[in-house]
């Protein structure tokens, strides 16, 4: 049977109990990020003006170049077995190199062709993620799906700098795109905080996780991110299960799951604890401020909210979620080095 279908009873899969802890005296203090590289502002420069480039779509059969839009399907093999995490299917990156896998997107530019498939054998480099694989001659089957020529305008040309509006000259420009970053850093911060919050609150009420539960969460972000896809494309159930083997062993992986899964039951206890309320308004507003960033409106989110009772429950679980962080965040004391308290 194929590991995208669940065998696990709802018996193993009962959440351990947990007595809410205290919120209080909660306070952490988030170190001082690291500055701005040129690297990064570069890097963001570089998005702004791919933002901007004018676009074409290649035909089948056409030769892929540095710099391309791509959408690909992508399944690794390393000593004769399947990479973990490496199956990607409708994956869309620009063809330039990547750290991790030096070589890779070069060899697509220099062989590729739209509607095609192509192996790409190269050797995983000292730092690559999975360390028993590091330094191994690895070969990647991929299939492109299809491209975008991409041609971006002179970077100092005066049309380029009107259409991005963020000044007159380059160095304008980048000036204020360093600002625009140190925001958005800025607002990881407090991502961190809230992080370091939930970890405290998480380590005032130890859980004992069955393995059987990390398991079964672990096999659904598998089926989420390849599982489901590996079916439609026709893989057998024995690499199916080897990819899955991936995600089960891996510790960093595995790590993750547990502490989210004990932060959401501690949060769980500390909702009935204090008896927080989610009326409509306030289940709305949450799910509202949460998926602003994604562009979605308050009419999107009303919609979704009545789409189907699957969406209506996911979205409710997010939101009792949601709701209870904010309550913890009230609580807690941040304190960020280099600023006042906050």
């Not at 869309?92 to 590729?112: M, Q, Y």
């Not at 000036?175 to 405290?200: F, I, N, P, S, T």
Request: net charge negative; proline share 6%; aromatic share 6%.
């Amino acid at each position: 049977m194929s590991p995208v279908v669940s065998t696990v009873s709802e018996e193993a899969l009962k959440l351990p109990s947990v007595e809410a802890p205290s919120l209080e005296g909660i306070s952490v203090r988030v170190p001082t990020p690291d500055d701005l590289t040129e690297e990064e502002l570069l890097r963001a420069f570089h998005e702004k003006r791919r933002d901007l480039a004018t676009t074409r779509e290649r035909q089948p059969g056409e030769s892929l170049e540095p710099g391309d839009d791509v959408q690909l399907n992508i399944v690794g093999y390393c000593d004769g077995h399947l990479i973990p995490f490496s199956a990607r299917f409708g994956m869309k990156t620009e063809l330039a190199p990547i750290e991790a896998l030096p070589g890779f997107c070069e060899a697509i530019a220099e062989g590729g062709k739209v509607g095609e498939s192509m192996q790409v054998a190269l050797e995983l480099p000292d730092n690559y993620p999975v360390e028993s694989m590091r330094g191994k001659p690895a070969r990647f089957l991929v299939d492109i799906i299809g491209a975008h020529q991409v041609t971006m305008s002179p970077e100092t040309s005066p049309e380029f700098l009107e259409k991005l509006g963020m000044g007159a000259t380059l160095d304008e420009v980048m000036l204020r795109l360093r600002d625009e970053l140190e925001d958005e850093g800025a607002a990881e911060l407090w991502v961190q905080a809230r992080d370091m919050v939930l970890d405290e609150v998480a380590r005032r009420a130890p859980v004992e996780l069955p393995p059987a539960l990390v398991d079964e969460e672990l096999r659904r972000r598998w089926v989420q991110a390849e599982g489901q896809a590996m079916v439609e494309y026709q893989f057998d159930v024995d690499e199916q299960r080897e990819a899955l083997q991936g995600w089960l062993t891996d510790p960093f992986t595995r790590a993750d799951a547990e502490r989210r899964l004990h932060i959401g039951i501690v949060l769980k206890a500390v909702t009935e604890a204090e008896k927080l309320q989610l009326t409509p308004e306030k289940l709305e507003q949450l799910v509202r401020d949460h998926t602003a960033p994604f562009g979605l409106t308050a009419e999107d989110v009303h919609a979704a909210l009545r789409e189907s009772p699957e969406t209506t429950k996911r979205l409710t679980e997010l939101a009792w979620y949601l709701l209870a962080v904010e309550h913890v965040m009230n609580k807690a004391k941040v304190t960020f080095e280099g600023a006042e308290e906050g």
